[in-house]
């Protein structure tokens, strides 16, 4: 699909309430709580498989094994960076994971310099200077962060995680449908959450109300309601506005975590925020060039 010049404004407004809605995400882990990491990841993939699978049912469209491949090892990247995210939320703040894991286009540019042969402008290695500074305050100074700094190593490296899954879903619906590339990714999460889940000896029931009701909500409200806003969003606005609106999410769990979970929000907390931000946001409007 083209993308239109101008911004569609039903577009930028299905955007921007998307990425709103995936910043009550951090929230829901931390009230899903006694279930482990996996377990999470496991339900919200299967409370969202029965709609995944019904918007896919009817759209898909001549393939090879290969792209259903690659829709498979998105969803093991996603697995991770899960993984990886919702863990890091039990040693810092939802800001901070949160925040740490928007460095995920930053790898995507540098991967497509080493893939496609692109070439990087000074400001987007300015920009990856600031975010990477932002990222060292809030894992390294005294009072922005929690524990041992373990959660936003944790953040970081699902950034990584989740910037393979962009490249690898990309990859996939060259030939995919949005539809059935979502719907690959999600039975690959769902399995294989399940089934590390059971390896790690995770309790999968015995809850209580208030965890199943936040699981359940990570399914529809975010897996499902939110992500089909994005998707549907960033087909109608321009792909760096795109990028930009997915920002809002950091922005929101800041937000969030202060209102609903009374996380303080530190001076220097602050400014490691506005250092990733603005890093991210200098990488996006500086987006690589392809050699000629």
Not at 136 to 156: D, I, P, Q, S
Not at 235 to 254: D, E, K, Y
């Amino acid at each position: 699909m083209n993308v239109k010049e101008k911004p569609d404004a039903r577009g930028l407004a299905a955007l921007t309430l998307g990425a709103s809605l995936l910043g009550f995400a951090a929230m829901l882990v931390r009230w899903s709580d006694p279930a482990g990491p996996l377990a999470i990841g496991f339900y919200r993939m299967a409370f969202a498989l029965p709609f995944v699978a019904w918007l896919a049912w009817g759209t898909g469209r001549p393939a090879t094994g290969k792209a259903r491949l690659w829709a498979l090892l998105a969803g093991l990247c996603f697995v991770l960076d899960l993984w990886m995210w919702h863990t890091a939320l039990h040693h810092t703040s939802a800001a901070n994971a949160t925040l740490l894991v928007t460095l995920a286009p930053i790898w995507v540019a540098v991967v497509s310099v080493l893939w496609l042969g692109a070439r990087l402008r000074r400001r987007f290695w300015a920009g990856v200077a600031l975010a990477l500074a932002g990222a060292l305050v809030l894992g390294l100074a005294k009072g922005a962060r929690w524990g041992t700094g373990l959660g936003e190593l944790l953040g970081a490296l699902a950034s990584l995680a989740y910037g393979a899954f962009t490249l690898a879903l990309g990859r996939a619906r060259r030939e995919l449908s949005a539809p059935e590339a979502l719907f690959w990714v999600v039975l690959c999460c769902t399995v294989l959450f399940g089934a590390l889940g059971w390896v790690q000896g995770e309790t999968f029931t015995g809850y209580p109300p208030r965890a199943w009701w936040a699981l359940l909500t990570l399914g529809l409200g975010i897996q499902v309601l939110a992500w089909w806003l994005i998707t549907w969003g960033i087909g109608h606005v321009p792909t760096n506005m795109g990028a930009m609106g997915l920002m809002i999410q950091p922005v929101a769990t800041v937000i969030l975590g202060w209102l609903l979970l009374a996380e303080t929000v530190r001076p220097v907390q602050g400014v490691g925020t506005v250092l990733v931000l603005a890093g991210i946001a200098l990488c996006v409007f500086t987006p690589p060039q392809r050699e000629t």
